[in-house]
């Protein structure tokens, strides 16, 4: 068996750490997505099918500012939760409707609200 050169072993002893590194800062990755996902709810906001870009845009700041609530009431606190655009989707034949999808987070305690009118 030959043995690793004194330069090789500095190298060898980092790449070892960071390999045993790599999976601890994955799994905790993982944990935190898990986390911040029960944090947060899909909440969706139907439109006119002929709605323009403006009124899509007014829709997704009223929902920022909290003057429209595309959850209907369901959170409870919907202060405490801060509203992201995940997606519009488009209806078929049946439900022509503009669909917009959105992510309610759930604020950290430290994070600041956001603005309301």
């Not at 944990?31 to 996902?37: A, Q």
């Not at 009124?55 to 609530?69: F, P, Y």
């Not at 409707?97 to 956001?114: D, I």
Request: glycine residues 6%; neutral net charge.
């Amino acid at each position: 068996m030959q043995k690793i050169p004194k330069t090789w072993k500095p190298i060898v002893i980092l790449v070892l750490f960071a390999v045993a590194c790599g999976g601890t800062a994955q799994r905790e990755t993982a944990s935190v997505t898990r986390e911040r996902e029960a944090e947060s709810v899909q909440c969706s906001l139907s439109l006119a099918p002929h709605s323009d870009a403006a009124a899509i845009q007014r829709a997704v700041q009223a929902v920022t500012d909290g003057s429209l609530d595309p959850c209907a009431g369901a959170l409870p606190q919907r202060e405490l939760y801060a509203a992201q655009l995940a997606r519009i989707d488009e209806g078929d034949g049946a439900d022509p409707f503009l669909v917009l999808v959105f992510w309610m987070r759930l604020l950290h305690p430290l994070q600041p609200s956001p603005l309301r009118p």
